[in-house]
């Protein structure tokens, strides 16, 4: 069992950046992609950014450019830094795992983003 912690998200005004962090509970050196997502109120949790372990990466369009995840396999962690944070990007954000065929969730990090 893996269990994901989420840290870093706050209130902050447009045009600022955050940078969110999960944390793993166990060695993420073997786990292949590992992903963020949001879900805002009212709405489906979308699918943010995934990043392998050979460090390829994916965005949703809707951040693309302003959001680089990055994985530290020393530290069992992976980032999103996010830039240029608009009020659309208010949502809470989660972090996802795959790991020996279950899917793992931690508690999500809530992102404000002010006009």
């Known amino acids: 069992q893996v269990q994901l912690v989420e840290s870093g998200g706050g209130l902050v005004q447009g045009g600022g950046s955050l940078r969110l962090s999960c944390a793993a509970s166990?060695?993420?050196?073997?786990?292949?992609?590992m992903r963020w997502y949001r879900q805002a109120p009212g709405k489906q949790r979308e699918l943010v950014a995934s990043i392998t372990s050979g460090g390829s990466t994916n965005y949703a369009d809707s951040v693309k450019g302003r959001c680089t995840i990055s994985r530290d396999n020393a530290k069992n962690t992976v980032y999103l830094q996010m830039n240029s944070l608009k009020p659309e990007d208010t949502a809470v954000y989660y972090c996802?795992?795959?790991?020996?065929?279950?899917?793992?969730w931690g508690q999500g990090t809530q992102v404000t983003v002010s006009s």
């Open positions: 166990e060695s993420i050196f073997s786990i292949n992609a």
């Open positions: 996802n795992v795959i790991f020996r065929g279950f899917i793992y």
